[in-house]
């Protein structure tokens, strides 16, 4: 295409005019035409349009169970994970998230990416980053298994065109896709953890501001200290494990993994809370994927969870997540999905 045929494409462009400086076009305005599509997700429960995912592959065969076939049982699991079950278990993860109409991007990683090896099932499967209006903020990770992800994420996301913002750097440590939860477009609660220190959290938040985030609640979680032990303290290590939104003004959580000040603040937000029983949270019954307002993908197993949903009117759509979502230290939908576009809203003053 031709400079002449272009320009008019160009927001704010001014034919016969000598360029000038367009300190009136803003980032979003041009967004589409420069990278291809609306990226943004600032919402827990808009309408979810587009995520990416990364199926299990040999980087889920932990070098640890090879020689130690106790390893699962020191971090409180059940049974070594079987990556065939893992795979299959994704599968039909991908499979209800189409069925609700949702486009599915596979980031296809190989198993070991410039020296990188990630241990764990879940390592490769979690998206490091956050998408806010106009792209992705790029998070830092908090344990050695994990480090240097943050690089193959940022090359996977600039791959399919979508820009990142800023990436948490420095002292900054943000596992940042699991330890945020947007109430609205406008309230988002950051989470600190054994996996997210306060300058990370401190980091973003200017960039949060520019995207119209107008309150930042910080959560203060507990966590485990020399062992990862089946307990609703050890689980909290990310926020999506025991806090999800699922409807206007409704929210999954586990109310013994949150601190009470988090808890006062969802109410002060006029937000119905649904407890999940401290048994049901450790199968990941909190780490839902809303896919709309109502509608969520869950881990199947979670009985009592389920049935508080549904007397609550959200529509639930469970997936046999055995091997991932009900072994200690592991994922649940959240976990293995990387939400990149979702419709705004509602908002908590609608």
Not at 72 to 97: C, I, M, N, Y
Not at 184 to 194: G, L, M, N, R
Not at 299 to 317: H, M, S
Request: some cysteine; charged content about 25%.
């Amino acid at each position: 295409m031709k400079v002449q045929e272009g320009l008019p494409r160009i927001p704010g462009y001014e034919p016969g005019m000598p360029a000038h400086r367009m300190d009136d076009v803003t980032w979003m305005d041009e967004l589409e035409l420069m990278w291809g599509r609306k990226w943004g997700a600032q919402s827990g429960i808009g309408v979810l349009k587009t995520i990416i995912v990364h199926r299990p592959g040999e980087e889920g065969r932990l070098k640890e169970v090879e020689s130690d076939p106790n390893f699962w049982e020191k971090f409180g699991g059940k049974v070594p994970t079987s990556l065939e079950r893992a795979q299959k278990e994704h599968d039909e993860l991908v499979a209800a998230f189409r069925s609700e109409g949702v486009e599915v991007i596979h980031a296809n990683f190989p198993p070991t990416v410039k020296g990188i090896y990630a241990s764990g099932i879940a390592s490769l499967t979690a998206m490091q980053a956050m998408i806010i209006k106009g792209g992705a903020i790029i998070g830092r990770m908090a344990i050695a298994s994990k480090r240097g992800l943050e690089r193959l994420w940022m090359e996977k996301l600039l791959e399919i065109g979508c820009p990142i913002l800023y990436t948490v750097h420095g002292n900054g440590i943000h596992e940042i896709h699991a330890n945020h939860a947007f109430l609205d477009p406008k309230h988002v609660i950051q989470a600190t953890s054994v996996r997210t220190n306060m300058e990370g959290t401190r980091q973003i938040e200017p960039i949060l501001r520019q995207a119209g985030v107008e309150e930042i609640h910080i959560a203060r979680l507990p966590g485990y200290l020399y062992t990862m032990e089946r307990t609703i303290a050890a689980n909290a290590y990310h926020l999506c494990n025991v806090l999800s939104m699922v409807d206007e003004r409704l929210a999954l959580c586990s109310p013994g993994s949150l601190d009470y000040d988090t808890i006062a603040y969802l109410r002060s937000k006029k937000i119905q809370l649904i407890e999940a029983p401290d048994e049901e949270t450790l199968t990941m019954a909190c780490c839902v994927v809303p896919t709309r307002p109502g509608v969520v993908i869950m881990a199947a197993g979670n009985p009592v969870t389920t049935a508080r949903l549904k007397a609550k009117g959200v529509r639930v759509v469970e997936v046999d997540m055995t091997q991932t979502a009900h072994i200690a230290g592991s994922a649940g939908p959240m976990c293995h999905t990387g939400p990149l576009i979702r419709e705004e809203g509602p908002y908590l003053e609608d």
